[in-house]
């Protein structure tokens, strides 16, 4: 994943989230959307540790 990638996936958290405050979605969209949104979460915390893997490979 590239820099301009993780940019956009967080500006997508951080819209989904106010949407969802927003608008009142139905019990079943939140718990998918939440789903999703961890996911998201969790693959940007991923791309961070791989990268900061990557750089100690190379310094090392």
Known sequence: MSNKLSVYLVLLLVFGMAMISIFDFSYIVQKIYYFIEML??????????????????RRG
Not at 47 to 56: A, I, V
């Open 40 to 57: 998201l979460l969790i693959a940007i915390v991923y791309e961070f540790l791989y990268r900061y893997r990557l750089k100690e490979k």
